[in-house]
């Protein structure tokens, strides 16, 4: 497919303190779009001025949550721009679509026309180590009817966010509230898919957690109400003498790409990594014993976020002297150079633009 | 809070014949907003011509799924038009906001303005025993932020869609399939409020059902994966010689307006109505027993719905011959009766425009 493109006729002005961008704040001055329609399919695939777009009230994403979302970054390395496996990005929107309906894209088209924006774009992506470029594709329903039925008509869109440090002043432990009271979601339902309706369900949680002072919050699975999930928009790692553990995809998890990656980087490296069914009591037990060493979500965003303290129930489990954790700095190093493109990494995951 | 009001230049030309309306097809002159930032409260309520609304593609609400909506009917009798208890739908409207992290709105303020929105657009009101005007408030979050976080800012609307009779040929039992493999929601996530992302999980399940010759689908609890909840947009009862009975509201189930109606109706006639716990397991030996003598749905858009058939993993529950049962027929008069107020109702149900 073709792309269009539209020029600006005035750039806009770049940020230049990459230190204050914040998250997902700024937007960049194009934005690529492409609509679906039963008759013609995915097409009029365009790159136009970033701009407010205009939807008839009865959009059927404003109603029914037919949304679903990416979520990826392009580092800058000098002259040099990267992006981090963009191929598990469009195979997890299918994954996503097919989940909720919406037809499903050309996953190398995307990786094409994501390139080409991201081409054009270059500027703005932040020249600095921890500042990178925040990369959000989506598809949004928008038949302007009522009847509760998948779309006829989608929109897909990319937005480009110059996006700060994750963590401003260095790698730093976070503590974690189980949730114990709200359910983001549940096998069968739609918590594989990256859709709008599990961030809407966690709302409630993670604005609790923060009041009581915790940054983020770590949910259990909905049926048993004992099974460790992830966080809110993280997987999670537990770190014992023996293995490296993280919860199985269950059917209710993200299947993270950074979750992913790091189970292939400590695997290459003859790490003993299992994937299966882990308690919170059993993280509990592990701690009492002394025999839990490290805890650490992963995530796009974040990349690795070393936890300091989960709380649940009234008990506080503080993790390696709530410090940052050998494994969980050596992965985020390692990761980040391999992100950033100062280091080579396994076949495909650097993709240069 | 004051109302403003745009004119428009011309009005549409309305739709004459009320059987081809279909459902949220066609939408009236105006619609009604009003906007929330964290500065002013909820502000600048308006009635003004039906158009497009412009949002910024990182609006909240294309991402996070942070929209709820509500749904209630206007309809006429003759030059009189009436509303059914919309008190309630903007109760229900405030838990739902609740949940989502929205902000309160004036419940009697919106009932208010619905009413002058209705009075505006009374023509637009079929003029039929059978069709009337839907109406769909809704609130989604705008701010242009994507970040995962409450929105600070948001729209409320409302707006009108003159539609045909549920059911063309009059009352009639549907097929319906109980749904094993997918789960709507549970107790904890999002299923008592009228949240988009409810909708999404839905849309598959509905698809396959629908593929298989089933009109909609019963969803059975997420946790025991045994207990009856509720149909894609109605709550559902089952009648035996001795009692009434409808799914306690659990904690994963939509409170329906109707159903509350229902209970209230019956109970006033002195029926036995009892809310609990109800097991597949159950309704197919009471089934076996030829006990089982009615199952209704109950729900706005089609007030009372005969089920002729439920299909439960291979069998086939057959109910009341596939005919409409006596207290499902008598139901639906007696509230219909009532909505277009041919008949008086209980004190608040009737609420004239
Ligand atoms: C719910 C949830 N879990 C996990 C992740 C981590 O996924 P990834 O590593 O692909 O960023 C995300 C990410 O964005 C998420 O939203
Ligand atoms: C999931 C669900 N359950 C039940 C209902 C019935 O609710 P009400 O009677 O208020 O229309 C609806 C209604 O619209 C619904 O969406």
Redesign the interface.
């Known amino acids: 497919m073709n792309i269009k493109f539209e020029e600006r006729e005035e750039l806009k002005e770049k940020i230049k303190d990459v230190n204050n961008l914040?998250?997902?704040?700024y937007?960049t001055d194009y934005?690529f779009l492409m609509n679906y329609d039963e008759d013609t399919g995915w097409h009029d695939a365009r790159i136009v001025p970033?701009d407010?777009?205009?939807?008839?009230?009865?959009a059927m994403?404003?109603?029914?949550?037919?949304?679903i979302?990416e979520g990826l970054k392009a580092y800058r390395n000098g002259d040099k721009v990267f992006l981090f496996r963009p191929d598990e990005n469009f195979k997890r929107m299918n994954r996503s679509n097919d989940?909720?309906?919406i037809p499903p894209i050309d996953e190398e088209f995307m990786v094409e026309a994501l390139k080409k924006l991201i081409d054009l774009e270059r500027d703005w992506i932040p020249d600095s180590k921890e500042a990178s470029l925040?990369i959000?594709p989506?598809v949004?329903a928008i038949d302007?009817?009522?009847?509760?039925?998948?779309s006829g008509s989608y929109l897909l869109?990319i937005?480009l966010?110059p996006s700060g440090p994750y963590y401003k002043d260095g790698l730093a432990p976070i503590k974690i509230y189980v949730e114990d009271?709200?359910?983001?979601?549940?096998?069968?339902?739609?918590g594989t898919a990256k859709?709008?309706?599990?961030?809407?369900?966690?709302?409630?949680s993670?604005?609790e957690a923060e009041e009581k002072g915790f940054s983020q919050v770590l949910w259990i699975d909905?049926?048993n109400r004992k099974y460790i999930e992830e966080v809110?928009?993280m997987n999670i790692f537990f770190v014992t003498e023996d293995e490296i553990m993280t919860p199985e995809l269950s059917g209710s998890i993200l299947p993270g790409i950074t979750r992913k990656s790091i189970i292939e980087l400590l695997k290459s490296e003859g790490k003993k990594v299992v994937e299966r069914r882990i308690s919170i009591e059993e993280i509990l037990t592990l701690h009492k014993e002394g025999k839990l060493l490290e805890i650490f979500g992963t995530g796009t965003a974040a990349v690795i976020s070393p936890v300091g303290e989960l709380f649940y129930e009234g008990t506080e489990i503080i993790v390696n002297n709530g410090e940052i954790g050998e494994i969980s700095n050596y992965l985020y190093n390692e990761l980040t150079d391999i992100q950033w493109g100062r280091k080579k990494g396994p076949e495909g995951w650097q993709v240069e633009v």
Chains 1, 2 share one sequence.
């Open positions: 914040g998250f997902g704040q937007f934005m970033y407010n777009i205009s939807l008839p009230p009865s994403c404003l109603h029914y949550g037919q949304t979302f989940r909720l309906c925040y959000r989506f949004i302007p009817k009522l009847g509760v039925h998948p869109m937005i966010s009271k709200y359910v983001r979601t549940v096998k069968g339902g739609l859709a709008g309706g599990n961030y809407a369900a966690s709302l409630k993670q604005v909905g049926v809110g928009s």
